[in-house]
């Protein structure tokens, strides 16, 4: 069975200092996607970055980074930078298999609130 | 990215009353869709799996007759609480994938029910 552990149930960063949220994960599938979504006090989910397991390089988008390590099958995710804004809850899942198979469900770590002051 | 619109934002209901709750992928169609279910300060468990023009599959422990799930079309699923309690009220979050690389799951807006 498989699954995702985030070990910070908070994190509170100072403005503009970067933050890593931790994410470790567990699975026997060979091919499975790792996402990071944040939600905000108002409840949407939105999408932040995605690791594929077969990918070479760790992903990168904007401020966001993940710092994919199979090995150690963790998949941290690196905030650069940090603003008010990114005060949130943030969340790790993984999805086993392939996109490309159809939709698969998500299995979501625990969540980790960031807290970013001023 | 694509869009799940879902509806209503919030509601409020008696106990003993049925709620529905649409989600709709707005620019593609998801022939699966997910619900969720979130209580305050945790995470979401997934509640069931929605395929388009079949029965929806239900994860251990969560009531088919309580949580019944319709897949219509493409485009639409719906999820009812039927006769609802107290207990029920909660975050109910939808989300639609569609094949690819990604296969990121696209939410809605989420739903908070709360029933008196």
């Known amino acids: 069975a498989q699954k995702i552990t985030q070990t910070q ?26 996402f990071w979504y944040k939600q905000p006090s108002s ?19 904007g401020r966001y980074s993940l710092n994919f390590q199979k090995a150690r099958k963790s998949a941290n995710l ?11 809850m943030y969340f ?8 490309f198979q159809g939709a698969q469900k998500l299995v979501f770590g625990q969540g980790t609130r960031l807290t970013i002051n001023p | 990215g694509a869009v799940v619109s879902q509806h209503p934002s919030w ?14 992928s707005l620019d593609f169609q998801a022939t699966t869709m997910f619900w969720y279910r979130q209580f305050p300060k945790q995470s979401l468990m997934l509640m069931a799996t929605s395929n388009e023009g079949s029965k929806a599959t239900y994860e251990q422990g969560v009531e088919k007759d309580k949580f019944l799930i319709n897949h219509a079309s493409l485009t639409l699923s719906t ?20 094949r690819g690389r990604f296969s990121e ?10 029933v008196v």
């Open chain 2, 105 to 114: 799951a696209f939410f809605g807006q989420g739903t908070r029910l709360t």
């Open chain 1, 78 to 88: 690196v905030i650069s930078a940090s603003q008010l804004g990114d005060s949130a």
């Open chain 1, 43 to 61: 409840g949407e989910m939105i999408f932040l970055i995605y690791q594929g397991s077969y990918d070479q390089q760790n992903a990168t988008e």
């Open chain 2, 11 to 24: 509601v409020i209901c008696k106990s003993g009353t049925s709620v529905k709750i649409e989600c709709r």
């Open chain 2, 79 to 98: 999820l009812t609480v039927t006769s609802a309690h107290p207990e029920d009220s909660s975050f109910y979050i939808c989300s639609a994938s569609y």
């Open chain 1, 92 to 99: 790790c899942a993984m999805r086993e298999g392939s996109g």
């Open chain 1, 9 to 34: 149930p908070g994190m509170f960063v100072q403005e503009k200092e970067a933050v890593t949220l931790d994410c470790t994960y567990d699975t026997s599938d060979p091919s499975y996607g790792l």
